[in-house]
């Protein structure tokens, strides 16, 4: 039996680094997994879109789709914008099974992919009592997933790093978290000497751009997660427990 199709869903954005790195991250999961069709759709900016791209799979007739959202939390885009793309999707292509993966975060993964990037920016394992890590993420005003960032910085204090304080880089503070740039310094005011930032953001563009500013008063800055291997096993991992529920469902219904 033919697998369903892994079609993964991205924001999209004007900058083109972020449709290469989607690029890039979907070739890793294909050659994680050699034949699974994989395919990329985004929800604006850039082509091709999500609709279209089911509209092309119901004309091949691939009978069955797991749409997954390329988001770290569950925020708008997660509970409302492709939900409805998607819903309108199935009404228009009733031949077409649809299911909705999670989203990606929280997940260990998603946390060595993080470290992952820091070790290749220059932060050695033994650097980490005397350094003061930044969790800047893009932000959001939903209760949901500013709970969940703050719930990552508390985890990644468990793991050695001196002080862990989590910030937005959008203008939108929300939650009680700092912009980067506050939270840089108050690691400095706290007297921690060495501070690294980390973005908790899958590509880049305007507001990876707004962390790496805010970024200007630490010793270190990661680079965005990208197709690392993580991220790309951690995708296979969301397709796979999609399917999962799908037949748990398919069971219950028999």
Not at 91 to 106: C, F, H, S
Not at 119 to 141: C, F, H, I, W
Not at 206 to 230: H, K, T
């Amino acid at each position: 039996m033919t697998s369903p199709v892994l079609l993964v869903i991205a924001h999209g954005s004007r900058d083109p680094r972020h449709a290469a790195t989607v690029h890039a991250l979907t070739a890793r999961v294909r050659a994680l997994r050699p034949g699974l069709r994989v395919e990329t759709g985004f929800l604006d900016f850039n082509a091709p879109s999500v609709p279209r791209v089911l509209e092309r799979l119901d004309a091949e007739g691939a009978g069955e789709v797991v749409a997954l959202p390329l988001l770290l939390t569950r925020a708008f885009h997660a509970k409302s914008d492709i939900p409805a793309v998607l819903r309108e999707a199935r009404a228009r292509l009733p031949r077409l099974r649809v299911r909705q993966a999670e989203v990606l975060g929280p997940s260990s993964l998603l946390n060595s992919a993080l470290e992952r990037r820091l070790y290749e920016a220059g932060v050695r394992p033994g650097d980490r009592s005397s350094t003061g890590l930044v969790l800047a993420s893009a932000g959001s005003t939903d209760p949901e997933a500013i709970a969940v960032i703050a719930e990552i910085a508390r985890e990644l204090r468990h793991t050695g790093w001196c002080s862990v304080r989590p910030a937005f880089a959008s203008a939108v503070v929300a939650g009680g978290i700092p912009r980067t740039e506050d939270a840089v310094r108050a690691l400095r005011a706290d007297g921690v000497r060495r501070v690294a930032v980390a973005p908790y953001v899958i590509a880049p563009g305007r507001l990876p751009d707004r962390i790496a500013a805010g970024a200007a008063g630490a010793d270190v800055l990661a680079g965005v997660l990208g197709p690392s291997p993580e991220l790309a096993r951690l995708l296979l991992d969301r397709y796979d427990e999609a399917r999962v529920r799908a037949a748990g469902t398919a069971r219950v219904s028999a």
